[in-house]
């Protein structure tokens, strides 16, 4: 997977196939509403999983009901690449079944 930085318009090509993510300073962020603090908990479980999977450690907060990513690529001097892209993906493919929503 590259991890070179990618342009802003490769950034904003990507966030356009990608509703709810955005583009907040030098990260692409989304915030997911749960019916319940513990379903929260339960997609954080989920979502750090994947992060192992990939090897791709995005910041990942939990509040009330609430879970928020922030992602960059550490190793691209926080810029933001393509794999920051594939663990938005599969998160997006995931929060489904979590009935998380924006
Ligand atoms: C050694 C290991 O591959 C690196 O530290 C990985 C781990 N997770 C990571 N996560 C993120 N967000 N960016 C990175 O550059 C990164 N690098």
Redesign the pocket.
Known sequence: MA?EPLSRKETEDRLAELPGWSLDGDRITRKYTLPSHVAAAALVAHVAAV?DEL????DLTLGYNTVALA??????GGAITE??FELARRVEALAPAHTAGS
Do not use: E, F, P, R
């Not at 992602?71 to 691209?76: E, F, L, Y």
């Open positions: 991890t992060q090897n791709h450690h995005s992602v960059h690529t550490h190793s691209a794999k920051d």
